[in-house]
């Protein structure tokens, strides 16, 4: 990474960045070849057009090229390129992949966005919840203790009128037919495929 005190604080607003800035201290924009003498030291990243001041001794330079957002950095010690990433955009699907193995979806729960309680079934937070009756089918009904909302659990298919009709269709899905011969064969009309899909 580039010394500080090499560098002054004006120089640095003057510059024009050539590199994405790091993100809650992530930073990918670096010679990613492993056999590489420079491998993961952070290139300068500001352009040097003529007539600024050079970039410190012994800081990497490397050439960035491409249209853009195809930008990629050639390294001067190994002529291997990397594409740019846009840092922020990996931390935002770090999290959100990480998120996605912390909380199933699919596991009923409270279904507002934010609450606390959001991701946490019943069965395995019971503090979070109070039972709320049942439902007019019989599903049981539950009440969030922390944002109040209500919501049952049941079976997948319980608001679908034709669930006998789910294998063939989920078959040939599977096998590329067209959803006009789906909807012929399956005898069944395309609002309620498109609402089975």
Not at 28 to 33: E, G, K, V, W
Not at 118 to 128: D, L
Request: aromatic share 10%; net charge positive; with cysteine.
């Amino acid at each position: 990474m580039l010394d500080g005190s090499k560098i002054s604080s004006t120089e640095i607003a003057d510059l024009e960045r050539r590199f994405p800035p790091p993100f809650e201290w992530v930073d990918l924009n670096f010679c990613r070849n492993p056999q590489c003498a420079t491998y993961g030291i952070f290139p300068d990243p500001f352009k040097r057009p003529k007539g600024s001041e050079p970039a410190a001794p012994g800081v990497l330079r490397g050439v960035v090229a491409g249209k853009k957002h195809e930008e990629f950095f050639k390294c001067p010690t190994c002529n291997k390129t990397s594409r740019i990433k846009n840092n922020r955009a990996i931390v935002q699907e770090y999290k959100r992949l990480k998120h996605l193995q912390e909380f199933d979806p699919t596991v009923p729960s409270c279904r507002t966005e934010g609450c606390f309680s959001h991701g946490m079934a019943p069965e395995t937070n019971p503090e979070f919840y109070r039972r709320f009756g049942k439902t007019a089918k019989g599903d049981p009904r539950f009440q969030c203790r922390i944002c109040s909302k209500t919501f049952s659990i049941g079976k997948p298919a319980r608001r679908q009128l034709r669930s006998d009709k789910n294998r063939i269709i989920f078959q040939m899905l599977c096998n590329d037919v067209s959803l006009a011969k789906i909807s012929k064969i399956a005898d069944i009309s395309y609002r309620d495929l498109y609402g089975k899909m």
